[in-house]
């Protein structure tokens, strides 16, 4: 099992590097953190206000680079070639979420110090982004397991790319749409960035966040069963 995921993580390194595409967008929120700092520099509390705008495309943008590899996969036939030699699903899920993982967590780290944002409560502040990362990862991976070309999985995405990248901004600009949010999975983040340090994981939308989590996990459960009975 060790020897497939190593030899699996390698695979994924490789078809990472060699698109460049994909090379592309997992420096996207760099590139957006530049941009906006850039239009922002004179606004007083600017790095703030660009920290909570980059943060939802971490997930948004680098998780999208999986239905985009998944489906490539399959219309190339290699899914099937790897689990046709015994690699088993849950192997190749974490094989293709690890490094897109990796790279979000970097960021949540990196982000504060290059924007020079106080974080109050790392572990909170790490907590709920990771879990909503998590949560986002695994619904892009199932969305991409329905499909069978690259353009289906491409707009099936779409609307979870939508909902990390617009909900949040709009919460800003409604109270009913933020209360819509607090159910939703960035919920627990529209509300870590309201108040920051005294965000609580007692808080209702932390709960609904791991509800979401499991939820997901239950979707993901599903699609691979339906897979395996289609196979």
Same mark, same amino acid.
Request: aromatic fraction near 12%; charged fraction near 15%.
């Given at each position: *099992?060790?020897? #497939?995921?190593?030899?699996?993580?390698?695979?994924?390194?490789?078809?990472?590097?060699?698109?460049? %595409?994909?090379?592309?967008?997992?420096?996207?929120?760099?590139? +957006?953190?530049? $941009?906006?700092?850039?239009?922002?520099?004179?606004?007083?509390?600017?790095?703030?206000?660009? +920290?909570? *705008?980059?943060?939802?495309?971490?997930?948004?943008?680098?998780?999208?680079?999986?239905?985009?590899?998944?489906?490539?996969?399959?219309?190339? &036939? &290699? %899914?099937?070639?790897?689990?046709?030699?015994?690699?088993?699903?849950?192997?190749?899920?974490?094989? &293709?979420?690890?490094?897109?993982?990796?790279?979000?967590?970097?960021?949540?780290?990196?982000?504060? +110090?290059?924007? #020079?944002?106080?974080?109050?409560?790392?572990?909170?502040?790490?907590?709920?982004?990771?879990?909503?990362?998590?949560?986002?990862?695994?619904?892009?991976?199932?969305?991409?397991?329905?499909?069978?070309? %690259?353009?289906?999985?491409?707009?099936?995405?779409?609307? =979870?790319?939508?909902? &990390?990248? *617009?909900?949040? $901004?709009?919460?800003?600009?409604?109270?009913? =749409?933020?209360?819509?949010?607090?159910?939703?999975?960035?919920?627990? +983040?529209? %509300?870590? #960035?309201?108040?920051?340090?005294d965000y609580a994981l007692t808080d209702k939308t932390f709960f609904i966040l791991l509800i979401w989590l499991v939820i997901s996990v239950l979707i993901a459960g599903v699609v691979i069963r339906r897979n395996k009975v289609i196979e």
């Amino acid at each position: *099992m060790f020897k #497939r995921l190593q030899a699996l993580l390698w695979s994924r390194k490789e078809i990472l590097l060699a698109n460049k %595409q994909t090379s592309i967008m997992m420096v996207f929120p760099l590139m +957006f953190a530049g $941009i906006y700092s850039f239009i922002f520099r004179d606004m007083q509390g600017a790095n703030k206000m660009v +920290f909570t *705008m980059i943060l939802p495309m971490l997930t948004a943008m680098i998780g999208y680079l999986l239905p985009i590899l998944i489906a490539e996969e399959v219309e190339k &036939n &290699n %899914q099937r070639s790897l689990l046709m030699a015994g690699v088993k699903y849950e192997e190749y899920i974490f094989s &293709n979420i690890i490094i897109p993982f990796i790279v979000v967590l970097i960021y949540l780290i990196a982000l504060p +110090f290059l924007l #020079r944002v106080s974080i109050e409560n790392w572990g909170t502040y790490l907590l709920v982004n990771i879990v909503t990362t998590i949560v986002v990862f695994i619904l892009y991976t199932a969305v991409a397991l329905l499909c069978d070309t %690259q353009a289906k999985a491409s707009m099936a995405a779409m609307p =979870i790319m939508m909902v &990390n990248l *617009m909900l949040p $901004i709009a919460g800003w600009t409604s109270e009913t =749409i933020s209360k819509i949010t607090d159910y939703t999975y960035m919920g627990a +983040f529209g %509300q870590w #960035r309201e108040v920051r340090g005294d965000y609580a994981l007692t808080d209702k939308t932390f709960f609904i966040l791991l509800i979401w989590l499991v939820i997901s996990v239950l979707i993901a459960g599903v699609v691979i069963r339906r897979n395996k009975v289609i196979e």
